[in-house]
């Protein structure tokens, strides 16, 4: 696929080229505070930030390390990491919580007398996802320590926000704040063919004209190229995959009352066939530089199937 074959104007932001050029470059860091800003709307005010080195090791070179997506602070040096997470993943909480202790630990100081007192920790994630399926109006998660008796905030300065995209359904004539503006300029970008007239602000323009893939350089054209490739690699294997399961549960309503041998004949041709198909997402995905670890917990196979692709 041809850069020059995309009939998109702007990028889509749930590839990792978009994501970090967009919230993750000096260049474009005015966008990144204005996001959160409006997010914090007036509990937090960010004038300026830093980016910071986004692979972090453990205490000892035994332990895993962690990759960011993007990792900065403020003017106070509080700490901020901005993850996006394209499709569900099974431990994706827990995954939060173990990048949140990075940041926590790289805070202590060493060879004098530290009291331990801590600088605030957000991780943000920006999900095109839903993880809770009970209140489908609520998208804006805000979760940090309480007591459990009381409800009253324990510790505030670990905080973890969660934004459920597929859940923000307002149309342009309904937004109203800034952060509104945001989640749908966020949602929509790669299906809009020009700026909406509500989104008039400064920031939006600034916004849209980074996003416009006509002004990519060769390289940046090229890379974007590449990760678009394994996002719709990505939502092939996760249609397939609902799809499959949609499948299997016709069979087996079909299948019922019928000979054993021949229903298991036709599930292990099927089987095979899928399987195939599989292996064949596994590769394309392995030959557009995606981790052994997100193909396997994506496809299914084992690393080291993959590994011998």
Request: proline residues 2%.
């Given at each position: 696929?041809?850069?020059?074959?995309?009939s998109?104007r702007?990028v889509?932001?749930?590839?990792?080229?978009?994501?970090?050029?967009?919230?993750?470059?000096?260049?474009?860091?005015?966008?990144?505070?204005s996001?959160?800003?409006?997010m914090?709307?007036?509990?937090?005010?960010?004038?300026?930030?830093?980016?910071?080195?986004?692979?972090?090791?453990?205490?000892?070179?035994?332990?895993?390390?962690a990759v960011?997506d993007?990792?900065?602070?403020?003017e106070k040096?509080?700490?901020?990491?901005?993850?996006?997470?394209?499709?569900?993943?099974?431990?994706?909480?827990?995954?939060?919580?173990f990048?949140?202790?990075?940041?926590?630990?790289e805070?202590?100081?060493?060879?004098?007398?530290?009291?331990?007192?801590?600088?605030?920790?957000?991780?943000?994630?920006?999900?095109?996802?839903?993880?809770?399926?009970?209140?489908?109006?609520?998208?804006?998660?805000?979760?940090?320590?309480t007591?459990?008796?009381?409800?009253?905030v324990?510790?505030?300065?670990?905080?973890?926000?969660?934004?459920?995209?597929?859940?923000?359904?307002k149309?342009?004539?309904?937004?109203?704040?800034?952060f509104?503006k945001?989640?749908?300029?966020?949602r929509?970008?790669?299906?809009?063919?020009?700026?909406p007239?509500?989104?008039?602000e400064?920031?939006?323009?600034?916004?849209f004209?980074?996003?416009e893939i006509?002004?990519?350089?060769?390289?940046?054209?090229?890379?974007?190229?590449?990760?678009?490739?394994a996002?719709?690699?990505?939502?092939?294997?996760?249609?397939?995959?609902?799809k499959?399961?949609?499948?299997?549960?016709?069979?087996e309503?079909?299948?019922?009352?019928?000979?054993?041998?021949?229903?298991?004949g036709?599930?292990?041709?099927?089987?095979e066939?899928?399987?195939?198909?599989?292996?064949?997402?596994?590769?394309?995905l392995?030959?557009c530089?995606?981790?052994v670890?997100?193909?396997?917990?994506?496809?299914?196979?084992s690393?080291?199937?993959?590994?011998?692709?």
């Amino acid at each position: 696929m041809a850069i020059d074959d995309l009939s998109e104007r702007y990028v889509n932001f749930y590839t990792d080229f978009a994501f970090k050029k967009l919230f993750g470059t000096e260049v474009n860091k005015d966008l990144l505070i204005s996001f959160l800003n409006s997010m914090f709307n007036g509990r937090e005010l960010i004038t300026d930030l830093t980016y910071l080195n986004t692979e972090h090791m453990g205490t000892s070179e035994f332990d895993r390390k962690a990759v960011f997506d993007v990792y900065c602070e403020n003017e106070k040096g509080e700490k901020f990491l901005v993850e996006m997470q394209r499709g569900e993943q099974q431990f994706f909480k827990d995954r939060s919580i173990f990048y949140s202790t990075f940041p926590i630990r790289e805070q202590a100081q060493r060879g004098t007398e530290w009291n331990y007192q801590l600088k605030a920790v957000y991780t943000i994630g920006i999900l095109n996802f839903c993880f809770d399926r009970n209140n489908p109006e609520y998208f804006h998660h805000e979760v940090k320590l309480t007591d459990t008796k009381t409800g009253e905030v324990f510790y505030d300065k670990l905080c973890y926000v969660y934004l459920e995209m597929p859940k923000f359904t307002k149309t342009e004539a309904e937004l109203e704040t800034l952060f509104d503006k945001w989640l749908y300029a966020i949602r929509h970008l790669p299906t809009l063919l020009k700026r909406p007239e509500s989104l008039q602000e400064k920031v939006f323009q600034r916004f849209f004209e980074a996003a416009e893939i006509a002004k990519f350089n060769k390289q940046e054209r090229l890379e974007y190229e590449d990760t678009l490739k394994a996002y719709r690699d990505w939502y092939s294997v996760m249609e397939t995959a609902e799809k499959k399961g949609e499948a299997k549960g016709r069979i087996e309503g079909r299948v019922e009352g019928r000979a054993e041998g021949r229903a298991e004949g036709r599930a292990e041709g099927r089987a095979e066939g899928e399987a195939q198909k599989t292996v064949e997402i596994a590769r394309n995905l392995k030959a557009c530089g995606v981790d052994v670890a997100t193909i396997a917990q994506t496809t299914g196979l084992s690393k080291e199937d993959i590994s011998a692709l």
